[in-house]
């Protein structure tokens, strides 16, 4: 009894909390791990049942008893899922629509502002005029991360950020990429024989990538100068509302708390949570090109090719942008796809 008390004792830090990070290509399947994550039930994860003799292997032995231990009664619990993509949509909500509809419109035709022209310009801007209740409650993405102490002190602060980040963030960046996928967005240029091609992409995937990269050079969504100590901006925001969910389990009776984060695309924000957290296990999710191909069916073959660009450069044009992300937009000289 006192050699299994010793070792309760021993990963008792690990049973209070568990951060599981995943990484990986867009389409690759982290959202797909997330949701399984969620559930509630262990058999609900439908896994293969190991075998219980004729080990062939040591994996095969710890397989079963991996098995054999998380089915077991309280084993298994459910993980909160935190959305990387709608924490940096809540600096979008942040700033407000006002910035939001300024942003866009600089994309109305390509000028010395900007190099991108926005297809159906005019009509993104009457849809966005029927988003303005997903800027609503823009204060409770404003809070003081600094001083978040003094806000977990208050039960009434913490169910009123956690229903908002957990359960209502999420729904409302549903809502606006459902609105920004149906519009693509250009980029002209002259190849070196006098040819004009058109690189094409995604407005959503645009946006979001392009949004991110600028919180973590200057903190604010609409803009891209480097200031060189705000790319943990997105992290911190993270970070802070992991306390919120253990807060909010610990006042709901759940003092064991179970976070994925999906997922995370900067190497320096996974660097941020492994110095903070012993707890903290970082995954990559990686699938075949052609089943990942399959999942992102929504995007043609020159979105497609400038979205791996923007994952995958050729070259970056400042050393600071590995700080911040990768460079955002790779023109794909194969699309001449002209903008509609």
């Given at each position: 009894m006192?050699y299994?008390?010793?070792?309760?004792?021993?990963f008792?830090q690990r049973?209070?909390?568990?951060?599981?990070?995943?990484?990986?290509?867009?389409?690759?399947?982290?959202?797909?791990?997330?949701?399984?994550?969620?559930?509630?039930?262990f058999?609900?994860?439908?896994?293969?049942l190991?075998?219980?003799?004729d080990?062939?292997?040591v994996?095969e032995?710890k397989?079963?008893?991996?098995?054999?231990?998380?089915k077991?009664d309280?084993?298994w619990k459910p993980?909160?899922?935190?959305?990387?993509?709608?924490?940096?949509f809540s600096f979008v909500?942040?700033?407000?629509?006002?910035?939001?509809r300024?942003?866009?419109?600089n994309?109305s035709?390509?000028n010395?502002k900007?190099?991108?022209r926005?297809?159906?310009?005019?009509e993104?801007l009457?849809?966005?005029d029927?988003?303005?209740?997903?800027?609503n409650n823009?204060e409770?993405?404003?809070?003081?991360?600094?001083?978040?102490?003094?806000?977990?002190a208050d039960?009434g602060k913490?169910?009123?950020y956690?229903?908002?980040y957990?359960?209502?963030l999420?729904?409302?960046k549903?809502?606006?990429e459902?609105?920004l996928?149906?519009?693509?967005?250009h980029?002209?240029?002259t190849?070196?024989s006098?040819d004009?091609?058109?690189?094409?992409?995604?407005?959503?995937?645009?946006?979001?990538q392009?949004?991110g990269?600028?919180i973590r050079?200057s903190?604010?969504?609409?803009?891209?100068s480097y200031?060189g100590?705000?790319f943990?901006w997105?992290a911190e925001?993270?970070?802070?509302?992991?306390?919120i969910?253990?807060?909010?389990?610990?006042?709901?009776s759940e003092?064991?708390?179970?976070?994925?984060i999906d997922?995370?695309?900067n190497?320096?924000?996974?660097?941020y949570?492994?110095?903070?957290?012993?707890?903290?296990?970082?995954?990559?999710?990686?699938?075949?090109?052609?089943?990942?191909?399959m999942?992102?069916g929504?995007?043609?073959r020159?979105?497609?090719?400038?979205?791996?660009n923007?994952?995958?450069?050729?070259k970056i044009?400042?050393n600071?942008?590995i700080?911040?992300?990768s460079?955002?937009?790779k023109?794909?000289g194969?699309?001449?796809?002209p903008?509609?």
């Amino acid at each position: 009894m006192a050699y299994y008390t010793s070792v309760k004792t021993a990963f008792q830090q690990r049973n209070d909390l568990i951060i599981v990070a995943l990484t990986g290509r867009t389409g690759s399947g982290c959202s797909t791990v997330a949701s399984i994550l969620k559930s509630a039930d262990f058999q609900e994860l439908d896994f293969r049942l190991p075998k219980t003799i004729d080990f062939n292997n040591v994996d095969e032995r710890k397989d079963a008893i991996i098995y054999n231990y998380m089915k077991s009664d309280q084993h298994w619990k459910p993980f909160t899922v935190i959305e990387a993509s709608s924490i940096i949509f809540s600096f979008v909500i942040q700033a407000g629509i006002e910035k939001f509809r300024d942003y866009i419109r600089n994309f109305s035709e390509i000028n010395n502002k900007t190099e991108m022209r926005i297809s159906a310009h005019d009509e993104l801007l009457g849809s966005i005029d029927r988003l303005q209740y997903l800027f609503n409650n823009a204060e409770l993405c404003a809070f003081d991360i600094k001083n978040i102490d003094t806000m977990l002190a208050d039960e009434g602060k913490v169910d009123e950020y956690y229903k908002f980040y957990v359960e209502e963030l999420p729904k409302r960046k549903s809502e606006f990429e459902k609105v920004l996928s149906q519009y693509t967005c250009h980029e002209e240029y002259t190849s070196p024989s006098g040819d004009t091609t058109f690189g094409r992409a995604n407005l959503y995937s645009f946006f979001m990538q392009h949004i991110g990269n600028n919180i973590r050079a200057s903190g604010k969504p609409y803009d891209s100068s480097y200031s060189g100590d705000k790319f943990y901006w997105v992290a911190e925001r993270i970070d802070a509302l992991i306390k919120i969910i253990r807060a909010y389990g610990h006042i709901h009776s759940e003092t064991n708390s179970r976070i994925c984060i999906d997922a995370l695309r900067n190497p320096y924000e996974a660097f941020y949570f492994k110095d903070k957290y012993a707890e903290f296990y970082l995954i990559s999710v990686n699938t075949d090109e052609d089943s990942r191909r399959m999942r992102l069916g929504h995007l043609d073959r020159c979105e497609l090719e400038n979205l791996d660009n923007t994952e995958f450069p050729h070259k970056i044009e400042h050393n600071y942008e590995i700080f911040f992300s990768s460079k955002y937009w790779k023109l794909s000289g194969n699309c001449r796809y002209p903008p509609v």
